[in-house]
């Protein structure tokens, strides 16, 4: 069965870094756009990266230049490299599977569990 799971979180001070990584099965990885997701406690979920499966990507202007999608088909894995981190980037962090090219989490597909990101000041 399709399987994501995430993993790379933990917590951090502000100004470090973490990357997270996105082991996925159970589908063809290299044919799906794949996308990273965070929620924060009684917040909508928000998009964050999105990359395609010719490896063009897209960040939201809340993380532009501070994170960088990437994606290693021969392993199946989607990463987040997550730098200057600050406590507002403080959230559970969700990749998910998706053939449309869009931020909207109800056109995705599977998601993984999630991986939770906590930046202290």
């Known amino acids: 069965q399709v399987q994501l799971v995430e993993s790379g979180g933990g917590s951090v001070q502000a100004g470090g870094s973490l990357r997270l990584s996105c082991t996925t099965s159970?589908?063809?990885?290299?044919?799906?756009?794949m996308g990273w997701f965070r929620q924060a406690p009684g917040q909508e979920r928000e998009g964050v990266a999105r990359m395609n499966i010719l490896g063009s990507s897209i960040s939201s202007d809340s993380v532009k230049g501070q994170f960088t999608i990437s994606r290693d088909n021969a392993k199946n894995t989607l990463y987040l490299q997550m730098n200057s981190l600050k406590p507002e980037d403080t959230a559970m962090y969700y990749c998910?599977?998706?053939?449309?090219?869009?931020?909207?989490?109800?056109?995705?597909?599977?998601w993984g569990q999630g991986t939770q990101v906590t930046v202290s000041a």
């Open positions: 159970g589908f063809t990885f290299s044919r799906y756009n």
């Open positions: 998910a599977d998706t053939l449309r090219w869009t931020f909207s989490p109800g056109n995705y597909d599977y």
